[in-house]
């Protein structure tokens, strides 16, 4: 049981480029979101989702598009980097009904933009 | 506007010792609250939780106090052990929501 799978771990980008950030999940869970994290500034929402074809604004959402065309991913787009993006972000899942005690994270993509 | 606030960045205790962790938060409409740990390199993991019905939730050495007139929870872990330092998450939701709000964190280091 892999849980939720984040890729890549880590990535460099330059200003401009673009690029997605995979996040995949096993458990049949309806519920997606993306977190980053800055330090002082905890875990911020990005994008939500609570079922494939069904998307929403987080806290953060500018500079982010995110799409769910399956239940298992997640995928979280960038088009045109900027270093404000620079980062740690989170994927995170939970089944329907439950509160929010029932998330589970991925481990994490590290993203520099230079 | 950070509407769940962690006001320590860091905190040290000697093993055996309690650890304390505060958070307050502002958003009236919050009636669940949680407590995350999390290691370097890793994802953010569930600890403890509490609902605003309560004013106290207890798991094994981890206890979490609600007082819901001031606005603020603790976590209170006793005794402290080498393996509990990690940066502790506290989070909030409304009814009917899914989101979580999350503080800044807080670096536990228990001293062996």
């Known amino acids: 049981n892999a849980g939720v799978t984040q890729t890549p771990k880590f990535q460099v980008l330059k200003t401009g480029q673009s690029m997605t950030l995979q996040c995949a999940q096993d458990?049949?869970?309806?519920?997606m979101s993306w977190y980053r994290q800055d330090p002082g500034m905890g875990l911020r929402l990005i994008h939500y989702?609570?079922?494939?074809?069904?998307?929403d604004q987080g806290e953060v959402p500018n500079g982010y598009n995110v799409s769910r065309s399956t239940t298992e991913d997640f995928p979280l787009r960038l088009l045109s980097a900027a270093p404000s993006q620079t980062s740690v972000y989170f994927c995170?899942?939970?089944?329907?009904?439950?509160?929010?005690?029932?998330?589970?994270f991925g481990s994490g993509t590290r993203l520099t933009v230079v | 506007d950070q509407q769940v606030k962690q006001n320590s960045p860091s905190l040290s205790v000697q093993e055996g010792r309690i650890s304390i962790l505060n958070c307050d938060y502002t958003?009236?409409?919050?009636?669940?609250f949680l407590w995350y740990k999390k290691y370097p390199a890793e994802g953010p993991t569930f600890l403890i939780s509490?609902?605003?019905?309560?004013d106290k939730n207890e798991d094994g050495r981890f206890t979490v106090f609600l007082n819901k007139s001031a606005k603020h929870l603790s976590l209170h872990i006793v005794p402290s052990q080498p393996g509990d330092s990690a940066v502790y998450f506290c989070?909030?939701?409304?009814?009917?929501?899914?989101?979580?709000?999350f503080g800044t964190g807080t670096r536990l280091t228990v001293i062996p």
């Open positions: 509490i609902s605003s019905i309560k």
């Open positions: 989070a909030a939701s409304a009814r009917g929501a899914n989101n979580l709000f």
């Open positions: 958003n009236s409409m919050f009636d669940y």
């Open positions: 458990m049949n869970h309806e519920y």
């Open positions: 989702s609570v079922g494939a074809g069904i998307t």
């Open positions: 995170a899942s939970k089944p329907p009904g439950l509160r929010p005690g029932g998330y589970t």
